[in-house]
């Protein structure tokens, strides 16, 4: 680790919490340099919800780039870009019934984030957007705009503007209706609070802690913002492509967004690719007026086109829908066996964790973990959930022996449980 230590940047944050040098992944495992094999539970903090190195978007991959598809094209048309519009609308959209026009706004989470903020601020002519408690939307100036996290915001370093923030559900208890809050601001003009441009909100807070919001908020939200004209947009670019169970994160809830952004795990090999989806009539922007050297990622449409196969056979998703049952009864069968972590069960799908009331508990239970062979990470302000973010198509094998490991480690920080 000398030469990462003495020549990259103090920034570097994972390296510090995994201290080995991987040089090799497959599937749901990743290998160090000293040959050392790890379960990963983090899949690349969501962006690798198929696993590493996928078979299938492989073969595409390379035989793609040894015929010498175009690589870079801007926002050009290309065939690869051609074929993953096409099939993502047959095999994602219209199934779901939704329409929604694609904008590829550049390869990142928050490129997706700030084009759809900047959209809704030019349809509707207003500035404020609102946000909630604990949310994340990404580290440029826009997103962090709307982001919680106060150690993230003060890396700004200028003042982060236009943006109001409202309590997330449940977020002071589950007598307080928070949306009724919210909309007291919008009704009283001696509030303070200007009728926003946008509302922005993911259902599933991955970095805020997993905090699940309930079907029945997202329905009363998506309602009140009718109610007002307000644009309405679900950040997925965590909690989306599977990772709560289903592709869309908010489908459950039955609630049909005016803006959804998303990345991460849309490329489905780890290949940087952002879309931001938006009802046709919003599509009002004028030509380059939105635009990114790399938004034409032909290697990532090449394998993100792959990935929807999965998606095309109905058993796939039940599939994650199971493992995502096996994940939460493991998670509460381990918090009533432990007592000592003062735990509370967090999370849907595969998206899940354990938050802990014992100071600096979660970060040593992932730590030890590590120890043992389980890469996993923790997440929530003071990072007191460890969260478990296994490959949405990973082996029940491989699943359980990272259940192992995670009771191993709390066992071993812990006294000896208490059996019912």
């Excluded at 990259?8 to 994972?14: A, D, K, L, N, Q």
């Excluded at 489908?251 to 690719?273: H, N, Q, T």
Aim: hydrophobic content about 35%.
């Amino acid at each position: 680790m000398n030469i990462f230590e003495k020549y990259e940047s103090e920034v570097r944050s994972y390296c510090r919490s995994f201290p080995t040098v991987f040089n090799k992944a497959k599937g749901s495992k990743m290998w160090d340099e000293e040959g050392r094999e790890y379960i990963d539970f983090f899949s690349g903090a969501g962006a690798l919800n198929y696993g590493h190195n996928d078979d299938k978007m492989k073969a595409k991959l390379i035989e793609y780039i040894q015929n010498d598809g175009i690589t870079h094209s801007l926002d050009k048309a290309s065939t690869a870009k051609g074929e993953f519009i096409q099939k993502f609308n047959d095999v994602i959209l219209k199934p779901r019934k939704l329409d929604y026009k694609i904008m590829f706004p550049g390869p990142t989470g928050t490129n997706t984030v700030e084009s759809a903020l900047k959209l809704a601020r030019k349809v509707t002519g207003r500035t404020d957007i609102i946000s909630f408690t604990n949310g994340f939307h990404g580290m440029t100036i826009g997103s962090l705009s709307v982001t919680g996290n106060a150690s993230k915001r003060k890396g700004a370093g200028v003042p982060l503007q236009n943006a109001v923030t409202m309590p997330f559900d449940n977020y002071v208890n589950e007598d307080m209706d928070t949306l009724e809050y919210f909309e007291r601001f919008l009704e009283d003009g001696g509030s303070g609070v200007d009728i926003p441009a946008a509302v922005i909100v993911e259902t599933v807070q991955g970095e805020g802690g997993i905090n699940v919001a309930r079907f029945e908020w997202l329905k009363r939200l998506d309602e009140l913002c009718k109610r007002w004209d307000i644009l309405f947009i679900i950040d997925d670019v965590q909690a989306g492509v599977g990772r709560t169970g289903t592709f869309f994160s908010f489908e459950p809830a039955g609630i049909k967004p005016d803006i959804v952004c998303m990345s991460k795990s849309l490329s489905g090999y780890g290949v940087p690719f952002a879309i931001t989806l938006f009802r046709p009539e919003l599509d009002v922007w004028n030509p380059g007026e939105h635009n990114g050297t790399f938004r034409g990622n032909n290697h990532a449409f090449v394998t993100a086109t792959a990935a929807l196969d999965y998606w095309a056979d109905p058993k796939f998703e039940k599939e994650v829908q199971r493992k995502g049952k096996l994940t939460r009864e493991f998670l509460e069968n381990l918090n009533k066996k432990y007592p000592e972590l003062k735990g509370e069960v967090r999370g849907r799908g595969l998206m899940a964790g354990i938050a802990s009331d014992v100071e600096g508990l979660a970060s040593k239970v992932a730590a030890e973990a590590f120890n043992q062979g389980l890469i996993m990470e923790t997440s929530g302000f003071n990072d007191e959930v460890f969260k478990l973010f296994p490959a949405i198509n990973i082996d029940d094998e491989t699943l359980k022996k990272g259940f192992d490991i995670i009771e191993q480690s709390v066992r071993k920080l812990v006294k000896e449980p208490v059996f019912n």
